[in-house]
């Protein structure tokens, strides 16, 4: 009997896929999946309940036995019958067109409850697809391997080690890329149209997610480089640095960020809100199932503050600008987000497996899904590759400006 999470483990579940299929689909490589994440799991369903009405009560598995037979008979080579099962699985999980709708063996479920927590072991860059299907960076982590080699938002990977990335899964690409600590991993992504080869050293990887400074001129920066169990935390010391330093205004810098705990969003948006402001809604089959409001821990309230976006903030951290935005509590800075506006469940399973499925959509207090859209930011300003190269941050430069103004 599929049961969904206890109250304590679904603040674990929402995904940003975000990578794995990532919201984009994503999945940190180490990969995270955040993802994009799945949300609280407060949504609510009985065991007995579906969905999918029109779906027989049992399924009719004679062809599926067929099949087996056939391979079984005639294949060339060495079957594994539980890796066979697990792509059984895997594909009935896909053949709901959905992306951020998974299955993950005890390995991978493994791997992904890691990444939630912060700890993998990879390049730190989180993958996804664009609408052409093509294999994409949503985002390096900062201070990773991915980053320090150079990889960025919407790079096109079209060869790991050699093999093609054409038709492959993302979950099939995380499986390549990730590795033992100091071996390489050789990547071939396209940007610009131009190609461009990687050859970059996996490593063990935790860092905490926020990081923050004041800067000279009395500019209180806080980086999130996704939201996890620590976020919360780590955001409120942040802030109460902030408020000691009597610091003008705030500059919270999302980009690079794929997502991660519905939890750690609604407890850094409310630092800026009052009591009871709308953060998000859920809903499925376009009913509100479920709302998020700000918790009252609103430490920096009324503080002028600029969000940085760009193409790799999605899921939690789109929750997060969204509601910041549509409160009139933030002005938004740099390019279009990600565009991830689904909710996941993650469904235990017995023997360690677990299903991540999308339940609901989620909607911005404007009223808004942002899925395949993203977040436009009050001000677009955008970077070309020689700031990049340069560290010419001219989305940060433009937010200390309006903070200073």
């Known amino acids: 009997m599929q049961i969904l999470h206890s109250e304590g483990d679904r603040k674990k579940q929402w995904l940003r896929r975000g990578l794995y299929a990532f919201g984009a689909a994503m999945i940190l490589l180490g990969v995270f ?12 369903f009985s065991a007995g309940e579906s969905r999918n009405k029109t779906l027989p009560a049992n399924l009719d598995y004679s062809s599926v036995t067929q099949v087996y037979n056939a391979l079984k ?32 063996n005890k390995q991978a479920a493994t791997d992904f409850n890691n990444q939630l927590d912060g700890t993998f072991s990879g390049i730190g860059a989180e993958l996804g697809q664009n609408a052409q299907g093509d294999l994409i960076v949503v985002a390096p982590i900062d201070g990773t391997p991915a980053s320090k080699a150079g990889l960025r938002p919407q790079d096109v990977v079209t060869s790991i080690n050699g093999q093609t990335t054409v038709g492959m899964r993302i979950d099939a690409a995380v499986s390549k890329i990730r590795g033992p600590k100091n071996s390489k ?14 050859i970059i050293t996996r490593d063990d990887i935790k860092i905490p997610s926020v990081k923050w400074q004041i800067l000279d001129d009395s500019v209180g920066y806080m980086q999130i480089n996704q939201f996890s169990d620590d976020t919360a935390n780590l955001a409120n010391q942040a802030a109460k640095d902030f408020k000691d330093h009597k610091v003008r205004g705030v500059v919270l810098d999302l980009r690079g960020n794929p997502g991660g705990l519905v939890d750690a969003a609604v407890s850094v948006s409310s630092l800026w809100l009052p009591q009871g402001a709308l953060i998000l809604q859920e809903r499925r089959d376009n009913v509100i199932v479920s709302s998020e409001v700000s918790n009252g821990n609103n430490l920096l309230q009324g503080m002028k503050t600029a969000v940085l976006i760009d193409a790799g903030s999605a899921s939690a951290s789109e929750i997060t600008a969204g509601a910041l935005k549509d409160n009139n509590a933030a002005t938004l800075f740099g390019v279009k987000s990600y565009g991830k506006g689904s909710v996941q469940q993650i469904v235990q399973l017995p023997q360690g497996v677990e299903l991540k499925v999308t339940v609901a959509r989620w909607y911005r207090p404007n009223g808004r899904n942002i899925d395949k859209q993203g977040i436009t930011p009050d001000h677009v300003v955008t970077m070309s590759n020689d700031d990049y190269k340069s560290s010419n941050d001219l989305q940060k430069n433009a937010a200390i400006d309006f903070i200073k103004s």
């Open 33 to 44: 999946d955040v993802g994009f994440l799945t949300g609280r799991g407060q949504l609510s």
């Open 73 to 104: 008979n005639n294949y060339d080579g060495k079957l594994d019958a539980n890796k066979l099962l697990d792509g059984m699985k895997s594909g009935m999980a896909e053949a709901t067109g959905d992306p951020y709708t998974l299955y993950f």
């Open 185 to 198: 991993v050789t990547l071939v992504v396209v940007r610009d149209k131009t190609p461009q080869t990687f």
